[in-house]
């Protein structure tokens, strides 16, 4: 079983959209958790850390559920600039250096 | 530009041929990173260094893999005998030495082993 397993989508919704989607963890021990976005061919950057209290910036809303082991990134009034690839990040125990990704979501906004 | 900067941005090579690759981190930052990814995959991580020292490899780090960080500020990436496995994106990312282990990342360097 993977680390990280995300739905790879694509998730195509016109401007204006609610879209939501999440990401499974496999280790329960997990300590850190991560939402990065990645442009076609670009570097993956961070978009915001998720808390156990979730959490919000802007219009995007991250949620961690501990006991299901899994993480959620909702976009509200999703724009154009938004289309991208969603990274699902885990800092697995027993180290605090190592990031293990998923293999993203790919999200579509369309005009 | 103070983030992480990568060299050269694209690599082709020779099957068979050693390529190295160089990361330049966030300056103050003491802990960089060595991830490679392929289409349709998430980075995959290869190897950790902080200060000087690699503390960690992966085992998708095989012999022909090498990393180094001399002095504790950039780092090299070289593969010798590469293979046509070998073409993806290699990505370096650093961070401070706190707690929450935020990366940041470079632009990569791909390399197309032909």
């Known amino acids: 079983r993977k680390e990280v397993e995300q739905d790879p989508g694509p998730f195509n919704v016109p401007e204006g959209a609610t879209v939501a989607f999440n990401c499974t963890y496999s280790?329960?021990?997990?300590?850190?958790f991560f939402w990065y976005r990645q442009d076609c061919r670009k570097e993956p950057k961070l978009l915001m850390s998720v808390y156990s209290s979730g959490n919000e910036d802007g219009r995007f809303t991250a949620q961690l559920n501990r006991a299901s082991q899994y993480i959620s990134l909702l976009i509200r009034d999703s724009k154009l600039s938004d289309s991208a690839t969603y990274l699902c990040?885990?800092?697995?125990?027993?180290?605090?250096?190592?990031?293990?990704f998923g293999a993203g979501t790919t999200v579509t906004v369309r005009a | 530009d103070t983030g992480v900067s990568q060299d050269p941005r694209h690599k082709i090579t020779k099957r068979g041929q050693n390529v190295t690759f160089r990361c330049d981190p966030i300056?103050?930052?003491?802990?960089l990173y060595w991830y490679r990814q392929t289409l349709g995959q998430g980075p995959e991580f290869l190897t950790y260094?902080?200060?000087?020292?690699?503390?960690?490899k992966s085992r998708l780090l095989s012999d022909r893999f090498s990393a180094e960080r001399p002095k504790g500020s950039f780092s090299t990436l070289e593969i010798q005998r590469t293979e046509q496995g070998d073409s993806a994106m290699y990505l370096c990312?650093?961070?401070?030495?706190?707690?929450?282990?935020?990366?940041?990342f470079g632009a990569g360097t791909r390399l197309s082993v032909l």
């Open positions: 990312a650093s961070s401070p030495n706190v707690a929450k282990n935020i990366q940041y």
């Open positions: 990040v885990v800092n697995p125990p027993g180290n605090d250096y190592k990031l293990s």
């Open positions: 280790n329960s021990a997990s300590q850190s």
């Open positions: 260094f902080q200060n000087e020292a690699q503390l960690e």
């Open positions: 300056s103050e930052h003491n802990r």
